[in-house]
Nanobody, 119 residues
Framework: VQLQASGGGLVQAGGSLRLSCAGS????????MGWFRQAPGKERDLVAR????????YYVDSVKGRFTISRDNAKNTVYLQMNSLKPEDTAVYYC?????????????WGQGTQVTVSS
């Protein structure tokens, strides 16, 4: 079971990027999925998450109104659309899920993808 994140890059402030997280080895449609980020010298923090059943979403305050998490269960893929990017959004972004259905902790991680926002 794996998660593969992609879509990072270098963008100017105010620009947009879309991150993708493709799952393999199982069907992820019923599992909660999340995007985290880790800036240099800082801890890894949750950015957004989306539940399996119902697709309810949660965003950290700093990205509300700018980022959108979504999922395409047919493709076993979760996305993070990031608009109006700011330099403080610069970080390595990770997608994550739970190993157990209904698990409360994110313990299945993809590799990170670097997002750099220039001022």
């Amino acid at each position: 079971v794996q998660l593969q994140a992609s879509g990072g890059g270098l963008v100017q402030a105010g620009g947009s990027l879309r991150l993708s997280c493709a799952g393999s080895g199982r069907t992820f449609s019923r599992y909660v999925m999340g995007w985290f980020r880790q800036a240099p010298g800082k801890e890894r923090d949750l950015v957004a998450r989306i539940t399996g059943i119902g697709g309810s979403t949660y965003y950290v305050d700093s990205v509300k109104g700018r980022f959108t998490i979504s999922r395409d269960n047919a493709k076993n893929t979760v996305y993070l659309q990031m608009n109006s990017l700011k330099p403080e959004d610069t970080a390595v972004y990770y997608c994550a899920s739970t190993r157990l259905l209904g698990g409360s902790e994110f313990d299945l991680w993809g590799q990170g993808t670097q997002v750099t926002v220039s001022s």
